[in-house]
């Protein structure tokens, strides 16, 4: 087996989600309603509804804990849910049911929350919820999502996505930031795919990755969700030729600590975020290495006559 295939297993390993159970409920061999709280909870249009007996009993779902004043994680993990639901198709609020609770219910009444969908394009099938702020952390530590951190900061949550299977209670959990195509695909094999026979295949089998260089890594992980390098906008503004457009010290500093630009009223940062509907950009937390390579691939990729033809001043 070659280094390439032989990363790319220790990559889907590393990845695999966990598979859960609580301990109390082993002998059960399901969680259901003597383990999750029936809590009222409002969607983004302003329907009540409870949690087991209308958002999980019978289904199969995908759950995550967001807020949308967030400055880390959560623009990031909502951008790539969103291209789960496109790669998921009609499947999604058919057989398989998306849910973002808000763990600041507070200011994320379903006013906001139905703002915040708008922004990421969420689809149907796809409930962004709010409710009673000891109800959610109830919920939130049934669904083992919370997390010491979140006493600290609420931008200390960890990106969990809880996948559920109620009617065998079987779970499972995923990073929320991983790669959208691996997490559809998890979500197949888990809940199975009624249009597909035939057995799965193994990992494997899965061909050799792309070279594409620690920059084109970081870009596909941790940009392509809400960003391309010559295909147009999309959450968030086309790359293509930034380099060449904007002050090179300017681009370092904001890629690296967009939220401190924002705050401080850049007035670049500050155009940015009212252009495209408020979405701040995450910190992803990058090495002053990380930016430089994830710069010079954008630069590289920038060459392509199509980027330029493409690309909206951004």
């Known amino acids: 087996m070659g280094t390439t295939r032989s990363a790319l297993i220790a990559a889907l390993v590393a990845s695999a989600a966990m598979l859960v159970r609580p301990p109390g409920l082993l002998a059960a061999g399901r969680w259901g309603a003597d383990y999750f709280p029936n809590v009222a909870l409002t969607t983004q249009d302003g329907k009540v509804v409870r949690f087991y007996d209308d958002l999980l009993k019978g289904k199969a779902v995908a759950v995550n804990l967001v807020y949308t004043r967030c400055t880390a994680s959560c623009p990031l993990e909502t951008a790539k849910l969103a291209q789960v639901q496109r790669l998921l198709g009609d499947r999604v609020g058919k057989?398989?049911?998306f849910y973002s609770i808000s763990i600041d219910p507070a200011h994320d009444t379903p006013a906001v929350l139905k703002a915040y969908a708008e922004?990421?394009?969420a689809g149907p099938g796809w409930l962004f919820l709010t409710?009673?702020?000891d109800d959610i952390n109830l919920?939130?530590?049934k669904l083992g999502s919370s997390s010491l951190?979140?006493?600290?900061?609420r931008d200390g949550h960890q990106p969990s996505l809880m996948i559920g299977n109620e009617p065998t209670g079987e779970w499972m959990r995923?990073?929320?930031v991983d790669n959208p195509r691996f997490l559809a695909t998890t979500m197949t094999n888990f809940f199975g795919n009624p249009k597909r026979g035939g057995p799965l295949k193994s990992y494997a089998e899965a061909p050799a990755m792309p070279e594409v260089g620690s920059?084109?890594?970081?870009?596909r992980s941790r940009c392509s969700a809400c960003h391309s390098v010559g295909s147009g906008p999309a959450v968030g503004p086309d790359l293509a030729g930034v380099t060449a457009r904007r002050d090179r010290a300017w681009l370092v500093q904001y890629v690296s600590e967009p939220d401190r630009l924002l705050d401080e009223k850049d007035p670049i940062a500050?155009?940015?975020?009212a252009r495209y509907r408020n979405v701040r950009m995450p910190n992803l937390r990058l090495s002053p290495e990380e930016v430089a390579a994830l710069l010079h691939y954008i630069e590289e990729k920038s060459r392509s006559p199509v980027s330029f033809r493409n690309a909206a001043m951004p």
Do not use: C, M, Q, R
């Open 215 to 219: 920059g084109g890594y970081l870009f």
């Open 270 to 273: 500050v155009d940015l975020f």
């Open 149 to 153: 951190t979140d006493l600290a900061s």
């Open 95 to 97: 057989d398989i049911h």
């Open 131 to 133: 409710g009673n702020e």
């Open 119 to 121: 922004k990421f394009h």
């Open 174 to 176: 995923n990073s929320a």
């Open 139 to 141: 919920v939130s530590k």
